[in-house]
Protein backbone atom coordinates (compact mmCIF):
# COMPACT_ATOMS: atom_id res chain seq x y z
CA UNK A 1 0.00 0.00 0.00
CA UNK A 2 1.99 3.18 -0.97
CA UNK A 3 0.42 5.26 2.13
CA UNK A 4 2.00 7.67 4.62
CA UNK A 5 0.51 8.73 7.85
CA UNK A 6 0.32 12.47 8.36
CA UNK A 7 0.17 13.49 12.19
CA UNK A 8 0.25 17.13 13.82
CA UNK A 9 -1.54 18.76 11.14
CA UNK A 10 -3.32 22.24 11.87
CA UNK A 11 -7.04 22.33 12.85
CA UNK A 12 -7.45 25.05 9.93
CA UNK A 13 -5.89 22.73 7.47
CA UNK A 14 -8.39 21.49 4.69
CA UNK A 15 -8.49 18.59 3.12
CA UNK A 16 -7.95 20.45 -0.23
CA UNK A 17 -4.83 22.42 1.20
CA UNK A 18 -3.41 19.09 2.12
CA UNK A 19 -4.00 17.58 -1.15
CA UNK A 20 -2.07 20.45 -2.66
CA UNK A 21 0.90 20.05 -0.57
CA UNK A 22 1.05 16.37 -1.17
CA UNK A 23 0.57 16.69 -4.77
CA UNK A 24 4.00 17.48 -5.27
CA UNK A 25 5.00 14.01 -4.87
CA UNK A 26 2.43 12.71 -6.93
CA UNK A 27 -0.85 11.09 -7.86
CA UNK A 28 -2.64 11.39 -4.78
CA UNK A 29 -5.24 8.16 -4.96
CA UNK A 30 -6.92 9.56 -1.56
CA UNK A 31 -6.68 11.47 1.83
CA UNK A 32 -8.51 10.50 4.98
CA UNK A 33 -8.49 13.17 7.39
CA UNK A 34 -9.91 13.24 10.81
CA UNK A 35 -9.34 15.47 13.77
CA UNK A 36 -7.21 14.86 16.58
CA UNK A 37 -7.97 15.99 19.81
CA UNK A 38 -9.43 20.08 19.90
CA UNK A 39 -6.59 21.86 17.77
CA UNK A 40 -5.14 18.79 15.83
CA UNK A 41 -5.83 16.54 12.70
CA UNK A 42 -4.15 13.47 11.37
CA UNK A 43 -4.36 12.07 8.08
CA UNK A 44 -3.91 8.75 6.21
CA UNK A 45 -2.89 10.09 2.05
CA UNK A 46 -2.54 7.21 -0.09
CA UNK A 47 -0.66 7.39 -3.53
CA UNK A 48 -0.86 6.08 -6.72
CA UNK A 49 2.91 5.06 -7.16
CA UNK A 50 5.41 3.34 -3.92
CA UNK A 51 7.75 6.38 -5.14
CA UNK A 52 5.59 9.21 -4.31
CA UNK A 53 4.69 7.90 -0.68
CA UNK A 54 8.79 8.04 -0.29
CA UNK A 55 9.21 11.39 -1.50
CA UNK A 56 5.82 11.96 1.10
CA UNK A 57 8.31 10.60 3.99
CA UNK A 58 11.32 12.72 2.77
CA UNK A 59 9.13 16.13 3.75
CA UNK A 60 8.48 14.46 7.35
CA UNK A 61 9.33 18.25 9.21
CA UNK A 62 8.12 20.44 6.75
CA UNK A 63 5.55 23.07 7.91
CA UNK A 64 1.84 23.74 7.14
CA UNK A 65 0.14 26.40 7.94
CA UNK A 66 2.29 26.97 10.87
CA UNK A 67 2.88 23.47 11.96
CA UNK A 68 4.97 20.83 11.56
CA UNK A 69 4.03 18.13 10.06
CA UNK A 70 5.01 14.57 11.07
CA UNK A 71 4.93 11.95 8.65
CA UNK A 72 5.48 8.22 8.78
CA UNK A 73 4.35 5.09 7.50
CA UNK A 74 4.56 1.51 8.67
CA UNK A 75 6.41 0.24 5.55
CA UNK A 76 9.22 0.76 3.38
CA UNK A 77 9.01 2.69 0.15
CA UNK A 78 11.10 2.71 -2.39
CA UNK A 79 12.34 5.43 -4.16
CA UNK A 80 13.04 3.60 -7.44
CA UNK A 81 11.20 5.26 -10.59
CA UNK A 82 8.79 2.92 -11.62
CA UNK A 83 8.08 1.50 -15.26
CA UNK A 84 5.34 3.95 -16.81
CA UNK A 85 3.13 3.00 -19.73
CA UNK A 86 2.71 5.10 -22.70
CA UNK A 87 1.38 8.53 -21.76
CA UNK A 88 1.18 11.94 -23.75
CA UNK A 89 3.20 13.10 -20.95
CA UNK A 90 7.02 13.49 -21.37
CA UNK A 91 7.01 12.85 -17.70
CA UNK A 92 5.22 12.32 -14.03
CA UNK A 93 5.72 14.57 -11.36
CA UNK A 94 6.69 11.11 -9.66
CA UNK A 95 9.59 10.93 -12.69
CA UNK A 96 11.34 14.46 -11.19
CA UNK A 97 14.72 14.85 -9.13
CA UNK A 98 13.85 15.07 -5.45
CA UNK A 99 15.92 17.98 -5.41
CA UNK A 100 13.36 19.50 -8.48
CA UNK A 101 10.39 18.39 -6.35
CA UNK A 102 11.79 19.81 -3.11
CA UNK A 103 12.55 23.41 -5.23
CA UNK A 104 9.13 23.50 -6.05
CA UNK A 105 8.23 23.42 -2.36
CA UNK A 106 10.56 26.63 -1.70
CA UNK A 107 9.48 28.72 -4.73
CA UNK A 108 5.75 27.79 -3.75
CA UNK A 109 6.35 29.47 -0.56
CA UNK A 110 6.60 26.30 1.92
CA UNK A 111 9.00 26.18 5.06
CA UNK A 112 11.54 23.08 4.03
CA UNK A 113 14.46 22.71 6.40
CA UNK A 114 18.08 22.42 4.97
CA UNK A 115 17.58 18.91 6.59
CA UNK A 116 14.62 17.97 4.46
CA UNK A 117 16.79 19.28 1.46
CA UNK A 118 19.74 17.41 2.35
CA UNK A 119 17.25 14.18 2.08
CA UNK A 120 16.29 14.81 -1.06
CA UNK A 121 19.79 14.97 -2.05
CA UNK A 122 20.49 11.77 -0.55
CA UNK A 123 17.96 10.16 -2.62
CA UNK A 124 18.73 11.21 -5.80
CA UNK A 125 22.24 10.21 -5.33
CA UNK A 126 21.04 6.80 -4.08
CA UNK A 127 18.06 6.07 -6.87
CA UNK A 128 19.51 8.04 -9.85
CA UNK A 129 16.85 10.52 -11.99
CA UNK A 130 14.60 8.79 -14.10
CA UNK A 131 15.31 7.51 -17.52
CA UNK A 132 11.97 9.10 -18.84
CA UNK A 133 12.80 12.73 -16.90
CA UNK A 134 16.53 12.87 -18.11
CA UNK A 135 15.53 11.90 -22.01
CA UNK A 136 12.80 14.70 -21.71
CA UNK A 137 15.68 17.00 -20.63
CA UNK A 138 18.13 15.89 -23.14
CA UNK A 139 15.60 16.07 -25.84
CA UNK A 140 14.50 19.80 -24.75
CA UNK A 141 18.27 21.05 -24.56
CA UNK A 142 18.65 19.69 -27.97
CA UNK A 143 15.79 20.73 -29.72
CA UNK A 144 16.04 24.19 -28.28
CA UNK A 145 19.48 24.52 -29.03
CA UNK A 146 18.58 23.92 -32.45
CA UNK A 147 16.34 25.90 -33.50
CA UNK A 148 17.97 28.93 -31.57
CA UNK A 149 21.67 28.16 -32.27
CA UNK A 150 21.46 26.03 -35.44
CA UNK A 151 22.03 22.25 -36.57
CA UNK A 152 23.63 19.94 -33.75
CA UNK A 153 23.64 22.38 -31.20
CA UNK A 154 22.35 22.55 -27.18
CA UNK A 155 22.07 25.17 -25.30
CA UNK A 156 23.62 23.40 -22.25
CA UNK A 157 26.93 23.20 -24.62
CA UNK A 158 27.30 26.86 -25.49
CA UNK A 159 29.49 29.27 -23.47
CA UNK A 160 27.81 31.90 -21.35
CA UNK A 161 28.80 34.53 -24.14
CA UNK A 162 26.70 33.61 -26.68
CA UNK A 163 23.63 32.34 -24.85
CA UNK A 164 21.89 36.01 -24.31
CA UNK A 165 21.69 36.28 -28.12
CA UNK A 166 20.45 32.36 -28.02
CA UNK A 167 17.97 32.86 -25.85
CA UNK A 168 16.28 35.94 -27.94
CA UNK A 169 16.23 33.81 -31.07
CA UNK A 170 14.54 31.15 -28.87
CA UNK A 171 12.00 33.28 -27.66
CA UNK A 172 11.45 34.56 -30.63
CA UNK A 173 10.81 30.80 -31.82
CA UNK A 174 8.79 29.65 -29.38
CA UNK A 175 6.42 32.85 -30.17
CA UNK A 176 6.35 31.48 -33.66
CA UNK A 177 5.95 28.05 -33.19
CA UNK A 178 4.45 27.51 -29.74
CA UNK A 179 7.26 25.52 -28.64
CA UNK A 180 6.73 26.47 -24.87
CA UNK A 181 2.94 25.28 -24.82
CA UNK A 182 3.79 21.59 -25.54
CA UNK A 183 4.75 20.11 -21.88
CA UNK A 184 6.33 21.79 -19.49
CA UNK A 185 7.29 25.35 -19.85
CA UNK A 186 8.79 25.98 -17.41
CA UNK A 187 11.74 23.87 -18.69
CA UNK A 188 11.85 25.41 -21.55
CA UNK A 189 12.06 28.57 -20.72
CA UNK A 190 14.78 28.06 -18.26
CA UNK A 191 16.88 26.19 -20.96
CA UNK A 192 16.75 29.09 -23.01
CA UNK A 193 17.85 31.28 -20.38
CA UNK A 194 21.28 32.54 -19.59
CA UNK A 195 21.63 30.13 -16.89
CA UNK A 196 20.48 27.51 -18.91
CA UNK A 197 23.69 25.28 -18.54
CA UNK A 198 22.41 25.52 -14.31
CA UNK A 199 19.07 24.58 -15.04
CA UNK A 200 20.11 21.97 -17.65
CA UNK A 201 22.96 20.47 -14.85
CA UNK A 202 20.86 20.51 -11.88
CA UNK A 203 17.98 18.67 -13.68
CA UNK A 204 20.20 16.27 -15.00
CA UNK A 205 23.41 15.28 -12.65
CA UNK A 206 22.97 14.19 -9.06
CA UNK A 207 26.31 15.91 -7.73
CA UNK A 208 24.02 19.03 -6.16
CA UNK A 209 24.22 20.99 -2.82
CA UNK A 210 21.47 22.62 -0.48
CA UNK A 211 22.13 25.71 -2.05
CA UNK A 212 21.86 24.63 -5.62
CA UNK A 213 18.20 23.82 -4.40
CA UNK A 214 17.85 27.16 -3.34
CA UNK A 215 18.96 28.69 -6.35
CA UNK A 216 16.36 26.26 -8.21
CA UNK A 217 13.83 27.99 -6.17
CA UNK A 218 14.92 31.61 -6.76
CA UNK A 219 14.87 30.63 -10.69
CA UNK A 220 11.37 29.45 -10.35
CA UNK A 221 9.59 31.80 -8.15
CA UNK A 222 11.16 34.94 -10.16
CA UNK A 223 9.44 33.47 -13.48
CA UNK A 224 6.19 34.77 -12.15
CA UNK A 225 5.11 37.84 -10.61
CA UNK A 226 5.06 39.06 -6.88
CA UNK A 227 1.92 37.68 -5.81
CA UNK A 228 0.53 36.18 -1.95
CA UNK A 229 1.60 32.69 -1.26
CA UNK A 230 -1.51 29.66 -1.51
CA UNK A 231 0.55 27.68 0.87
CA UNK A 232 -0.26 29.54 3.83
CA UNK A 233 3.38 29.48 5.69
CA UNK A 234 6.39 31.76 6.28
CA UNK A 235 8.78 31.22 3.15
CA UNK A 236 12.08 29.82 4.38
CA UNK A 237 15.51 32.00 3.96
CA UNK A 238 16.19 31.31 0.11
CA UNK A 239 14.21 34.21 -0.37
CA UNK A 240 11.35 32.43 -2.41
CA UNK A 241 8.51 35.48 -1.48
CA UNK A 242 7.52 36.13 -4.43
CA UNK A 243 5.98 32.71 -5.31
CA UNK A 244 2.47 33.15 -5.84
CA UNK A 245 -0.02 30.00 -6.51
CA UNK A 246 1.52 29.80 -9.80
CA UNK A 247 4.73 29.56 -9.08
CA UNK A 248 5.68 26.57 -11.28
CA UNK A 249 3.96 25.85 -14.24
CA UNK A 250 2.58 21.81 -14.36
CA UNK A 251 3.93 20.70 -10.91
CA UNK A 252 1.52 18.09 -11.14
CA UNK A 253 0.31 17.06 -14.12
Sequence with gaps: MSAVTVAN??????????H??????????????????????SAIVTFEKPSSAGTALMLNGGTLDGEQLHITSDVEHHNHHEQFHHSSSPFEQSDKPRAGIAAEYLAKGYKLSDHI????????????????????????DSTVGQKALGPDQ???????????????????????KGYSKIAHEYYSKAISSPFGKSVFDF???????????????????????????????????????????????SLAT
Aim: hydrophobic letters at 30%; proline letters at 3%; a neutral charge.
Design 9 to 18: ISSSTAQEKL
Design 20 to 41: EFFSFCGDIKSIDLKPEGDSKQ
Design 117 to 140: LQRAIEIDNKQGISKRFLDYMRSL
Design 154 to 176: TMSGKVQSTLMGARTRAKTIDEQ
Design 203 to 249: YTTTSKQVHDIHEEARRMANQQPAASSSAGNTTHATDTSAAGPDAQP
